[in-house]
Each structure stands twice: as C-alpha cells, then as structure tokens.
C-alpha cells in the first residue's frame, strides 16, 4: 500500500524539472559567494547569502502552493492578477526608488527602508497568464478560423499587451520591455493564427530590427532618434559598448572589457572554485556568469547552458503531455520567459548582446526576478500535478 501512495506522488510530480531548477540555484549560490567575497565594495557577506536561501525557500514554498491549485481557479484569478499587476507598475511611476533612478535612469524598483522589489518581474507572469487566457477564451469561442477572426484575435492580445508595454516604457526599463515582447511573439505563433498574417508580420519585425539597427548606429540613425526622443545618450552609449566593449575600457566600457577579460581567462576548465582575479562590478547579479566562466571555464559556461536546455526541455514535454490549451499557452509564455533571459543574460556577458540589465534566472542575485520564475516553475509543476490527481480521482470512481 506505501509503494502505491509513493508512486502515485511520483508520477504527479516532474523531477525532471525540478532537478535543474535546483541545480542551477545551486550554482547561483556559489556564484554569489564568489562574487561577494571579491567585490571591492564592502558588503555583509554573510547577511547577502542568507537574504538569497530566504528568497529561494520563498520561492520553493510557493511552488508547493501553486502545484496544489486546481486550473478552475487559475483561470478565475488570471485577470484579478492582471489588474493587480497593472494598478502596482501603474502607482510605480510615483513611488519608485529615488535612488536606483538616479543610478540607473530606470523608475522599475520599489524600495521601503532595505527592502527592495521590482514589481515587473511579477507582472511578465501575470502577463503570461492573461495572454493564455484571451488567446483560449477566443479559440475556444470560434468554430472556423479565418483571416478576420484572426485578426480579432491579434486585436485582443494587443489590447491585454500595450498597457503592459506602455508603463514599462514609462518606467525607462528597455530590457524587461523586450521580456514582454518575446512572450508576447512566443504565444502569438502559438495561437494559431494564420501563416498568411504570421509571415507578414515577420517580415515587418525583421525590417523594423534592421532598421532599428541602422538608426542606432549610424550618426544620422541617432540624431533622428534622439530628435523624436526615443533614445538617450546612455542608450546610444550601451550600443558603442556592445560594438567595441574595450573602446572605452577605463571609463564607460569598463564592465563589459572587464566581464570578457574574466571569462576568456578561465580558458577551458577555469581556474579553479573561488578565484576571481579580474575585478567586475556589478558581478553578482547581471554580470554573474562572468564568476561561473572565470571559475569553470568554457566547460562550466557549457554545463550551465545545458541544464537550461534540459529545463526547456522538461517544460516542453510537460505541456505536450497535459494536453490542456490554457496551460499549453502558460507554459509557452514561461518557456519564451526564462529563454530570452538566458539568451540576453549570457549573450551580453559573452559580448553578442548589449548590456540591459537582464538577469540570469536561478542564478543572479535579486528576490524579486527569482520569485518570479518560481512561481512559473510552480504553473509548469502544477499542470502534471494536477492532471496525475485527477487521473487518479477518476480510478477511485470507476474501482
């Protein structure tokens, strides 16, 4: 009779996502320590250390809680979460931290006393949530596709997505703006909406990103830009850093050179656990791979990214396996969620991709962006957890 309670939790919960979720909060603590036993500022190693074990318990106990939640209940709470998500990110354009805007230019933090809490990171879930419901609300209502429903269709993804988009630009927060944008395009190709409107639109991103390229680095590009004030100076300048990272490398381009210095030092197998002789500001939150590349080296960098790739995996086959549309559209949000995080992260620490203060999810410093993840890991959880229970609720009845 045990064996039987043990298998059945067994097959109700995926440690197969669990596994490298753990892992990789694993490394992240190490990372961390490294990275505050070498900093240069004078920090309470110990306090920063437990402030992130705190943050990670945090987050496992809300992932038990959502696993426990019954779809039914997603789904009624998905627009009172959207609507919560908005009234906060909307009442942060006042009551944004003072002195991370002056730090930064960017009004995406709140602060009371030391805590700290950047209300975006909850929102790219709620965000999530609220696309999986319009885009299964509108499928579940149509009876034959066509190009106008489709075209409905967009209109009431963009309607649920420009807000959202206008206040994180309103917040001067580029980088969590792209975030939303590649959730956004992750759920709008999986919707179904026609070939005949998806390749269009394609083309136009691509002609647009193109275009986008030339203005921002051309002297012409800029001056029209900053005529129509799109972009400012400390804009244009992550550009020249990302276009020669050691232009600069004393001043302005000083953490990137000093970020690639670091990891092209750890060769193939790193220096060893715990060395860190290349000084990188910042180093324990968005320039955290730099610890990981110095340390282990190309193969360390290399491990790091599979365990990304086995995660995305995992999720993949979670929501191929639950057969349900909503959570089919949830996962799609989370998995384009945590991807371009770790596309951007790494590809600005390894100089592909400016810096836009991105972090690297499970591993970087910061409650805030690990919350959120978890609670995606939690709805990833929660669609086998939930579908094993009623599975087996249905056994009972016919036995």
């Known amino acids: 009779m045990e064996n039987k309670k043990t298998n059945s939790l067994d097959n109700k919960i995926d440690y197969g996502v669990i596994l490298p979720v753990f892992l990789l909060c694993l490394i992240g603590l190490l990372s961390l320590y490294v990275a505050l036993t070498h900093d240069e500022q004078s920090k309470n190693i110990v306090s920063e250390m437990v402030k992130q074990c705190v943050w990670y318990g945090l987050g496992t106990a809300v992932i038990i809680v959502i696993m426990h939640m019954r779809l039914k209940w997603i789904w009624k709470l998905t627009p009172l979460i959207y609507g919560l998500g908005l009234a ?9 931290d003072k002195e991370m805007d002056a730090l930064t230019g960017s009004k995406n933090w709140f602060r009371y ?7 975006s990171e909850l929102m790219k879930i709620a965000f999530v949530l609220m696309l999986a419901l319009v885009v299964t609300q509108h499928n579940a209502k149509t009876r034959e596709r066509t190009l106008k429903t489709d075209g409905f269709l967009i209109l009431k993804m963009l309607a649920v997505t420009i807000p959202v988009i206008a206040l994180v630009l309103l917040q001067k927060d580029f980088g969590t703006m792209l975030v939303f944008l590649a959730i956004f395009g992750g759920v709008f190709l999986m919707s179904g909406i026609s070939w005949r409107i998806i390749v269009p639109v394609i083309i136009f991103a691509a002609v647009v990103g193109g275009g986008t390229i030339y203005l921002v680095t051309t002297d012409t590009g800029r001056a029209f830009l900053s005529d ?11 550009i020249d850093i990302w276009l020669d990272p050691f232009h600069d490398a004393a001043d302005t381009s000083y953490q990137p050179a000093q ?31 730099t610890v990981i590349g110095e340390n282990f080296g190309f193969v360390g960098g290399a491990f790091v990214i599979l365990l990304y790739f086995i995660l995305m995996y995992r999720m993949i086959r979670v ?12 996962a799609t949000g989370i998995i384009m969620m945590i991807l371009f995080h770790v596309f951007e992260n790494i590809g600005a620490n390894i100089g592909l991709l400016p810096l836009t203060g991105i972090p690297l999810p499970f591993i970087s410093q910061g409650g805030s962006a690990i919350l959120g993840n ?13 579908k094993a229970k009623e599975m087996s609720l249905s056994i009972r009845r016919r036995g």
């Not at 929501?319 to 949830?330: K, Q």
């Not at 978890?374 to 939930?386: D, E």
């Open 113 to 119: 006393g030391s805590f700290s809490f950047q209300p």
């Open 228 to 238: 129509l004030g799109i972009f400012k100076a400390y804009q244009f300048a992550r």
């Open 259 to 289: 970020g690639l210095l670091a990891i092209g030092s750890g060769g193939m197998f790193g220096k060893g656990y715990n060395v860190s002789d290349i000084y990188v500001p910042v180093r324990e939150s968005d320039m955290i791979f």
């Open 319 to 330: 929501c191929f396996d639950t057969n349900n549309e909503f959570y089919a559209y949830i």
């Open 374 to 386: 978890m609670i995606g890991i939690g709805l990833i959880l929660s669609m086998r957890y939930q």
């Open 88 to 96: 906060v990110m909307l009442a942060l354009l006042k009551f944004y």
